[in-house]
Each structure stands twice: as C-alpha cells, then as structure tokens.
C-alpha cells in the first residue's frame, strides 16, 4: 500500500475491514519509523499514571497543550457505540454479511497525509482536542504523566532517553510486575460471526489459540464493537456485557 492510498482510503465513511489493517499498520510504521527507538518497548507501558512503574512519583506532569503526542501516535482509537461523536468524525470498519455490510468497529478518523487525530488543532501553538468535552474513553482513559505519556516524549525528542542505570531497572520492575489473568483467560482479539439466524456470535481468540464464544447478540437490538473486547479477560468480557444490557434495560 502507497501513502497516497491513504489519502483515498481514509475519505471514505465506511472502510472494509480487510483493507482498514493494511491501512493501519502502514501508518504505524510511517509514524513511529521517523521517531527515535525506544529504550522500553511501548506496548509493557501503562496510559494510567496511577499504575506507572518506570516515572518517579514525583516526576513533573507535561503539560498537554504544548505536545499532543499521543494524538499524533496512535492510529487506533476506538469509538463505543454510546459515545457521541458525529458520524463525519469516525469511520465505520465492515465486513461483507449474508444479508448486506455489517459493522464490525468504529474509530476515529486520522488525517490522510499527517495520520494524526483529526481532531487534533493548533491554534497559535496551543495543540487542542476539537472534541475535547465529548472524546472518546479511550481518550479519557490515556493520562499525561503516565509511563506511555513520557516514552513518547522520549521518542520525538521532548524529553531526554533515561540513563542507561534506570532503564535496566525499569526494565526489571516491568518484568516482576504480576501478570494478568492466565493465558487461557486473556482474550487476544475478537470476531463477530454471522449465524444461519442473521444473528452475531461474538467469538473471542484467546491467548493460548483456543476460541471461546462469549455471547450472541441481535445486530437489530444491539450494537458492539470488536475492539471494545480486546485484552480483557473472559471474566471482564461477561461482566462488560451484564454492564450494557443493564444499561439497555434501565433506558
Ligand atoms: S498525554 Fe502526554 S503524550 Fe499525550 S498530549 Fe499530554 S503530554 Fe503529550
Ligand atoms: S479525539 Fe481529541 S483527545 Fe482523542 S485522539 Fe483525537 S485529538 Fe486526541
């Protein structure tokens, strides 16, 4: 796939889910290939500065207004189905069902040529959310401060590497940090999966390859999103499925 593909592709309301990966791993690389290495591989870093293990406690907060990273870097952000974000701000990831185009997961939109958040503004060298009142969870969830916030400074140079002293004892903390969930537990990802009844099963891959079918839903009277099921555990997957149908229920 060229980087001008992705100019036409992200024009595109609705994106088939086959052509929304290749799209999506191609503006990982773009984005962080021009970045620096980092010293701690991203993924073992928390968003939540409450659970950090590799910043000190007293480490100073950055202040977001002058750095808008993370919306920079991170192509995926997901869009639940309760969220109020207008349509002409995310796209819809389908695949093709028996009976027409079913929607499988919603992100927001990226920009073609920058691949940052759409959202994302600088108004006179302030880096704004234009949807800042109303951003997603996932949004909300991604906390200035945390272990992540600083390792993406660190990459695009806003922040000094950590002496090499402290990265190995960062390291080492991460590594004898407690586990979650055994991997029979841990689900890797999700698929939705039509039945002869025009219904869909939620099918959950898990972390030791064996599939797991953790509900059946209606797409008539019921919306999901795959991506809203990954990295939990089945435990966490059930109860986010009593949670939404309470919510239906109490509507
Ligand atoms: S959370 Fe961290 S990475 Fe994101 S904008 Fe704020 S300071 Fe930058
Ligand atoms: S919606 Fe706002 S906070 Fe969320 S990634 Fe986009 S610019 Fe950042």
Redesign the pocket.
């Known amino acids: 796939m060229e980087k001008t593909d992705f100019v036409q592709i992200t024009r595109q309301p609705t994106i088939p889910e086959n052509e929304f990966y290749p799209m999506i791993y191609k503006m990982y690389e773009e984005i962080w290939f021009t970045r620096l290495p980092p010293e701690i591989p991203t993924k073992l870093l928390t968003v939540k500065r409450a659970k950090n293990v590799v910043t000190p406690p007293d480490a100073p907060i950055p202040d977001c207004i002058t750095c808008?990273l993370?919306?920079e870097m991170?192509p995926c952000?997901g869009v639940r189905p309760h969220e109020d974000i207008a349509p002409e701000?995310y796209w819809d990831i389908t695949v093709e069902g028996k009976n027409g185009e079913i929607v499988v997961d919603r992100y927001?939109r990226r920009n073609g040529e920058t691949f940052?958040?759409?959202?994302?503004?600088n108004d006179n060298g302030k880096i704004?959310?234009?949807?800042?009142e109303t951003?997603?969870q996932?949004?909300?969830d991604?906390d200035a401060g945390s272990d992540k916030c600083h390792a993406l400074r660190r990459i695009s140079g806003l922040e000094p590497y950590l002496p090499r002293k402290e990265t190995v004892a960062a390291l080492e903390k991460l590594e004898a940090r407690p586990q979650r969930g055994e991997s029979s537990e841990m689900i890797d990802s999700v698929k939705f999966v039509e039945t002869d009844a025009g219904t869909l099963d939620i099918v959950a891959s898990l972390k030791d390859e064996s599939k797991k079918t953790i509900y059946n839903f209606d797409p008539k009277l019921e919306t999901w999103r795959q991506f809203e099921f990954d990295a939990l555990t089945l435990e966490e997957a059930a109860q986010l499925v009593e949670n939404r149908r309470q919510m239906q229920k109490n509507k």
Do not use: E, H, N, S
């Open positions: 808008g993370c919306c991170m952000v701000d927001l940052a958040c759409q959202q994302l503004t704004l959310c234009k949807i800042y951003r997603p996932m949004c909300r991604f």
